[in-house]
């Protein structure tokens, strides 16, 4: 199954938010029980951003592609009357 970029993005910072907590049971500072506490915090933390952050992004595209294009001209210029008179000649050719 694959993955939007939205999601991976998300999987990266899930990573780098448990630097500090890894870090710290590294040192010592914490125990494994109080790292297996922030890293399960971490996970939920980041499941649930992803989430509304997949949800975001795609009501944005979707809203995108319902909004008709943008017309340059609203209206169409009205031609002016042609003048009195023959017509022009087209492409340099005297009319017969």
Same mark, same amino acid.
């Given at each position: 199954?694959?993955?939007?970029?939205?999601?991976?993005?998300?999987?990266?910072?899930?990573? @780098?938010?448990?630097?500090?907590?890894?870090?710290? @049971?590294?040192?010592?500072?914490?125990?494994? /029980?109080?790292?297996?506490?922030?890293?399960?915090?971490?996970?939920?933390?980041?499941?649930?951003?992803?989430? $509304?952050?997949?949800?975001? $992004?795609?009501?944005?595209?979707?809203?995108? /592609?319902?909004?008709?294009?943008?017309?340059?001209?609203?209206?169409?210029? $009205?031609?002016?009357?042609?003048?009195?008179?023959?017509?022009?000649?087209?492409?340099?050719?005297?009319?017969?």
């Amino acid at each position: 199954m694959k993955t939007g970029p939205v999601r991976r993005a998300a999987g990266a910072v899930g990573l @780098l938010a448990l630097v500090p907590t890894s870090g710290m @049971l590294i040192a010592g500072n914490i125990t494994p /029980q109080v790292a297996a506490v922030r890293a399960a915090i971490t996970l939920l933390s980041v499941l649930i951003l992803a989430r $509304v952050a997949t949800w975001g $992004v795609g009501w944005i595209a979707d809203a995108a /592609q319902r909004r008709p294009a943008r017309d340059p001209s609203p209206e169409p210029a $009205v031609a002016a009357a042609p003048p009195a008179g023959s017509p022009p000649a087209a492409g340099g050719v005297a009319p017969r």
